[in-house]
């Protein structure tokens, strides 16, 4: 039993957590005759800060109907499907279906608040984003989360930036790492200068006690959008690493889509807190 409830425990995590990968058919896009930039490239933060906004994909809607997720956690191995809608600047729905299709688990977003829910146990879990903090040490709110599903550009902790606020990372000898300084936290951007798109981002406290990284790969043609099909996401806490590794396989854009609440009339409310105890 307490293997089973530590297995469910990793399951609504891997939920929480998955908002961090993207979800997209894919046609592998062709080879650049030449790379957008050249490592001895000549411009400024703010000039490549503008380079990859106007890069970087924007949709109003995003249907993706398969994904696969592989999780190592507490010495803990699962593989597992997932699906996502997002409409943009309102709301994030992602189901986890871990047994032949079967939707065990739901996380919804809006941007106040996010709902786990627990279909198996009838339980429900309530947080602000207030969570990330508490328990990572990650400073994260719906726009750095809805950011990092799109391989976008975000400054932890803000609802909006300048270009301005980015540098050059010191000791770059190839100018393809952006960084930000915050008061409790440092963020790292690296660039794919052949694309001109984010391959990395860093997110860590001050004392380097924790950190998030997500790194972006494989980039291809999903449903006339160029996406990456591979994104990993590592965290690391003390000595505790967790790994979240995902696949998206396909999805539609600028369609519509329906993302109704899930009534909670039959379900008791639990701790959030608790699903991350040992």
Known sequence: MRNLLKIKNILVLLLIISLFAACKTSKSIPKQEQPMLEADHTLTP????????????????????????????????????????????????????????????????????????????????????????????????????????????????????????????????????????????????????????IAEVLLQTNDNSKCLKTSYSNFKDFDGFVFPEKINIDGVRGTSKALFHFTVEEVKFDVPIQMKPMSLSRYGRGDINALFRK
């Open 46 to 197: 703010s000039e490549m800060v503008m380079l990859i906004q106007k890069n970087q994909p924007a949709f109003r809607t995003a249907n993706a109907s398969k994904m696969s997720i592989f999780v190592d956690f507490k010495e803990r191995q699962l593989d597992v499907k997932a699906s996502c809608k997002i409409v943009s600047d309102s709301a994030i729905h992602l189901s986890i279906q871990p047994f032949f299709g079967v939707e065990l688990f739901k996380l919804e977003m809006t941007p106040t608040e996010m709902l786990v829910i627990d279909k198996a146990n009838k339980r429900y879990y309530q947080s602000n984003y207030g969570i990330f903090k508490s328990r990572f040490g990650v400073i994260v709110n719906y726009d750095a989360i809805q950011s990092l599903i799109s391989n976008r550009l975000f400054v932890s902790g803000k609802r909006g930036f300048s270009p301005d606020d980015f540098s050059w990372k010191t000791n770059d000898s190839i100018n393809n790492t952006l960084h930000v300084q915050a008061k409790t936290m440092y963020q790292e951007v690296a660039v794919d200068l052949a694309l001109g798109r």
